[in-house]
C-alpha cells in the first residue's frame, strides 16, 4: 500500500531547519542539522523529566516509546521486534558482531572502505579466536567487485560485513547484490547502513542482510548519542549478545538465566529515553516525504557540487562508484585539510575532515592522508552548493 507524502517544499523544510539560518552545513555527514520537531520533541521529554521524575516521564512516554521502535521498523521493513535501540551504530554494529559464535578458521569477508571500528572489531576477533579477515578488492568503478566477492566464497566464510557507504567517499556500493551473494551461499551478512539510513530508502528485506547497523545523528536528522540495530528473527534465536543485563535477560533462578526472545536482548536498560524519543521523531519526519524523491535531491546537488569543485585550481574530487550520493570528498594541492575547515568555518560554512585512519585501507589504497568531506542534504539549497564553491574559490585565490 501506498502510504500518502507530503510534498516537497524547499523552503518549508528550510524553515522547520532553526540551523539553516545560522550556517551553511555540509557536515551532514557527520551530523546533519536537526529539525525542529526533533529538539521539540527532545526538550520536552527533558521538561517532563525535570517536573515528573525521570521513571515518572518514561511512564508517561510509554506509547511515544513503543512507537519508536514502530518507526524504525518501517523505516527499514521490518518487524518492531527485530530492532534494538543503541546508543550509537558503533555500539549496535559491535553487540550483533561480538554475538556471532566465530570458530577457528572461519572467514570474515569485507570491502576496501570498511569503516575503522568494524576493522578494528575483525582484528580483535582474529587475535581472539583465530578467525581470518580478507578483504575483497574493489571494481573498476571502486565499489566492492561482486565477482571476487562470489570467487571468495565457500564453505569457511562465516560472515560478510560490507560497509553500505563509506564514511570517506561518495561511493555507495551495491549492498543488495551483496546481500543476493550472501542469501546464497548461506552466509551472515551484515550491513553497515549508518551513511546510507536517511539519504536513500532502506529495505531489509531487499537488501538481503541479516544484520544492520544505523545511527540517528547522521542522514537521519537525530540527536546524538542514537542508534539502532536490526537483527533478522531467524538469526537473532542464535546469538547470545556479549553483553547482557537485566533487561536483556530475566534472571530465572539463582544459577539460570533466559534471553530475551526478541532484538532488545542486545539494549542495556539505561538509556537516554529524550533521545531516544527525538530518534523516533527525526525517523518520522524523515517518513513523511517521498524518500525517492529526497534522495534524487541529495544525488543531485552533490553531484552539482561536484562539477562546481572539479574545475577550481588544485582542487580533486575523490568520489568514485557507479552510484554516488551526499558525500562530496576532496583534497586541495598545498593545503591541509584541516586549515581549509576552519577557514570555511570562520564563514559559518560546516564541513568535516576525514583522516587517512577512518578507512585506512581505502584511504592507503588511494594515497590520502587526509579529505575535506563536504556532505549534502536535502534541506541545502543550490544557492548554498553555489555560495560555497565562490567561498572555496575565494580562499584559494587567497
Ligand atoms: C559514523 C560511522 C559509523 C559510526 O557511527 P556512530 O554512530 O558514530 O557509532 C560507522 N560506520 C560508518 C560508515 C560511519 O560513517
Redesign the pocket.
Known amino acids: 500500500m501506498e502510504r500518502q507524502t507530503r510534498a516537497f517544499d524547499l523552503a518549508q523544510v528550510r524553515a522547520e531547519t532553526p540551523g539553516c539560518t545560522e550556517v551553511l552545513h555540509f557536515n551532514n555527514?557527520?551530523a546533519a542539522l536537526m529539525p525542529q520537531p526533533v529538539v521539540d520533541s527532545v526538550s520536552a521529554h527533558l521538561q517532563r523529566e525535570a517536573r515528573h521524575g525521570g521513571y515518572e516521564a518514561a511512564e508517561e512516554a510509554r506509547e511515544a516509546l513503543v512507537h519508536v521502535y514502530e518507526a524504525v521498523a518501517m523505516l527499514l521493513g521490518c518487524q518492531p521486534s527485530e530492532v534494538a535501540l543503541v546508543?550509537?551504530?558503533?555500539?549496535?554494529?559491535d553487540m550483533a558482531f561480538y554475538a556471532i559464535p566465530f570458530a577457528p578458521g572461519d572467514r570474515i569477508l569485507t570491502g576496501m572502505?570498511?569503516?575503522?571500528?568494524?576493522y578494528l572489531a575483525f582484528l580483535q576477533m582474529t587475535r581472539r579466536t583465530g578467525v581470518r579477515v580478507e578483504v575483497i578488492p574493489d571494481d573498476e568503478y571502486g565499489q566492492i567487485s561482486l565477482s571476487a566477492l562470489r570467487n571468495a566464497i565457500d564453505e569457511h566464510v562465516r560472515v560478510i560485513a560490507l560497509?553500505?557507504?563509506?564514511?570517506?567517499n561518495g561511493l555507495v556500493n551495491p549492498a543488495a547484490e551483496v546481500g543476493r551473494i550472501a542469501r546464497e551461499a548461506g552466509v551472515l551478512y551484515l550491513l553497515?547502513?549508518?551513511?546510507s539510513v536517511g539519504q536513500m530508502p532502506l529495505d531489509v528485506r531487499t537488501l538481503g542482510c541479516d544484520i544492520l547497523?544505523?545511527?540517528?545523528?547522521?542522514f537521519l536528522r537525530g540527536p546524538?548519542g542514537?542508534?539502532f540495530l536490526y537483527v533478522r528473527q531467524e538469526v537473532l534465536e542464535q546469538l547470545e549478545p556479549p553483553l547482557i543485563d537485566l533487561h536483556a535477560a530475566s534472571w530465572t533462578a539463582p544459577d539460570q538465566y533466559a534471553l530475551r526472545p526478541d532484538a532488545r536482548r542486545f539494549e542495556c536498560w539505561e538509556a537516554s529515553i529524550a533521545n531516544r524519543l527525538g530518534l523516533g521523531a527525526a525517523i518520522d519526519y524523515f517518513l513523511q516525504w517521498d524518500q525517492q524523491r529526497l534522495w534524487r535531491r541529495i544525488r543531485d546537488l552533490a553531484y552539482l557540487l561536484r562539477t562546481r569543485l572539479t574545475p577550481l585550481p588544485g582542487v580533486i574530487v575523490h568520489d568514485r562508484g557507479v552510484v554516488q550520493g551526499g558525500i562530496v570528498t576532496f583534497t586541495v594541492e598545498g593545503w591541509e585539510a584541516e586549515m581549509i575547515r576552519q577557514a570555511l568555518r570562520r564563514q559559518h560554512i560546516n564541513v568535516s575532515v576525514v583522516s587517512q585512519q577512518?578507512?585506512l585501507l581505502d584511504m592507503q589504497a588511494h594515497g590520502l592522508q587526509t579529505l575535506v568531506r563536504a556532505s549534502v542534504h536535502y534541506y541545502n539549497s543550490e544557492e548554498e552548493v553555489e555560495r560555497f564553491a565562490r567561498a572555496l574559490e575565494h580562499l584559494l585565490a587567497g
Do not use: I, L
Open positions: 555527514a557527520g546508543e550509537n551504530a558503533t555500539r549496535a554494529w572502505a570498511e569503516y575503522a571500528s568494524n560497509t553500505h557507504v563509506p564514511t570517506n553497515d547502513a549508518t551513511q547497523a544505523g545511527t540517528g545523528r547522521k546524538r542514537t542508534g577512518a578507512a
